[in-house]
């Protein structure tokens, strides 16, 4: 049987890949955590950035895109036009719709997906709001969002599935760097490490206790530009490149299992370590391992694109008010600057921690088999209260079980607004959730009509 780790126990919404912030959220609040880091202005043309500060540095607009922001001066359509929604109405569940609705009117957010199954059976399936920043084209309710730290669960999910069948123990060491007899990855290029590596287990990495604390070392997936300038690589660089960059010359930042710091970077190396015990690429064995088995199409949860030309046609328009401005490309062959969702950062680079995007539909279906904490439910049944945010400039995603019963896929293309530029007031989109579901009297059993269940 499945032990629960103590990231099992505790659910974390994850820092974006441009900001080191994380708020930790357990069933009985929520506690912020270090203040996000602001991208700094952008240099004159004439100096070079400092090292320590060459993050994801805005730039200077350069010409116009289909996919810019709007200008601040001008009021959003979607703010001056009533909210369109798709799917089903079903008036039991009235106080949910009502309540995601008013939180997506107060936050002026463009586009929204919700999926809510009961007992396993999709009772709630709407979409709200316009897929694109013109207004034209209403969000459907089979949108595909990018997961942010959502990822995590299926990462999660993998990691179980190879203990289960052998291929790895969680108590195995990570890294092979002092020869020893059981160990998983070899990072080539390697130089310099920290010894204490040789000690990092996989129940480390999923516990967040592997010895690095961002807070004090970074993420390096933060700016992966600036990994690919100092390897002198092309970028975007390797993922094995930003294993070496990050863990070579370095000491660690604590004693491994000796304490818990969150850890995108952590995650980062379990997609590695899934590779390399699998046998087959992450999202292949995502699909042979998880997805298969619950009969979710390999189109519903895959590998997210940075640019334009990736996204997939359910996507919406992923917004960023207070950072409209053009960013410095992480793509060598492409435009110096674009739009911050796509292409101020590289969601691929993310690994197990946030490379993924999916339907809620998808994901509401993993949560009807599994725990947020990646646990099958069938292996650990339990009165368990579990909530996930993930947060990426454009994205916040919400996967909330606040019962057995009840599972929620809430999917938002915006995580700022203008009175919360980092999202940090997005957490109470569970206290809406809480009073909408106290009101539900009644359980729909089936779907809802022309949704599957």
């Known amino acids: 049987m499945q032990h629960l780790s103590a990231f099992a126990l505790v659910a974390f919404v994850a820092a974006s890949p441009a900001w080191a912030a994380d708020v930790i959220v357990t069933p009985r609040g ?159 290029g390697l130089v310099n490490p920290d010894p204490r590596l040789a000690k990092v287990t996989v129940q480390h990495l999923l516990d967040h206790a592997g010895g690095l604390n961002a807070s004090i070392s970074g993420n390096p997936t933060d700016d992966v530009r600036l990994v690919a300038t100092n390897l002198g690589v092309p970028s975007p660089p390797s993922r094995n490149d930003i294993l070496r960059h990050h863990l070579g010359n370095r000491t660690l930042d604590f004693e491994p299992g000796s304490q818990q710091h969150y850890s995108n970077f952590g995650y980062v190396v379990l997609g590695a370590v899934i590779e390399k015990a699998a046998g087959k690429s992450y999202v292949a064995y995502l699909q042979q391992s998880v997805l298969q088995p619950l009969g979710i199409a390999a189109s519903d949860i895959k590998l997210a694109g940075t640019r334009t030309a990736d996204l997939d046609t359910r996507e919406p328009w992923y917004s960023t008010p207070n950072e409209p401005g053009q ?67 454009g994205s916040f995603v919400v996967a909330y079980q606040p019962n057995p019963d009840v599972d929620i896929a809430l999917f938002f293309d915006q995580r700022d607004d203008a009175n919360d530029p980092w999202g940090e007031r997005y957490g109470p989109v569970r206290d809406a959730l809480d009073v909408a579901l106290a009101k539900v009297t009644s359980w729909p059993t089936k779907a809802p009509s022309g949704h599957q269940p």
């Open 30 to 188: 929520s506690l912020s955590g270090p203040a996000p880091w602001r991208v700094p202005p952008a240099p004159a043309a004439s100096s070079a950035p400092p090292a320590a500060t060459a993050r994801v540095a805005p730039m200077v607009a350069g010409t116009d895109t289909a996919l810019s922001a709007t200008a601040a001066a001008t009021t959003p359509c979607w703010v001056s036009k009533s909210l369109a929604a798709t799917g089903t109405y079903v008036d039991a569940l009235k106080s949910i719709d009502g309540a995601v609705k008013t939180f997506i009117r107060d936050r002026q957010i463009p586009a929204a997906n919700l999926v809510v199954r009961y007992k396993g059976t999709v009772v709630l399936e709407r979409g709200y709001g316009w897929q694109d920043n013109a207004c034209k084209t209403r969000m459907g309710y089979g949108g595909s969002f990018r997961l942010a730290s959502l990822t995590k669960m299926l990462t999660n999910a993998q990691v179980y599935a190879l203990e289960r069948e052998g291929r790895l123990r969680l108590s195995d060491p990570v890294f092979c760097i002092s020869g020893q007899s059981r160990c998983i990855l070899t990072v080539t």
């Open 327 to 393: 960013y410095r490309n992480v793509y060598d062959n492409g435009p110096l600057n674009v739009p911050l969702a796509y292409g101020g950062f590289h969601i691929e680079s993310g690994g197990g921690a946030g490379m993924l995007q999916a339907t809620a539909r998808a994901y509401s279906k993993f949560l009807s088999a599994y725990w947020i904490s990646g646990v099958r439910k069938s292996d650990f049944p339990c009165h368990c209260l579990y909530l996930f945010y993930g947060s990426i400039p």
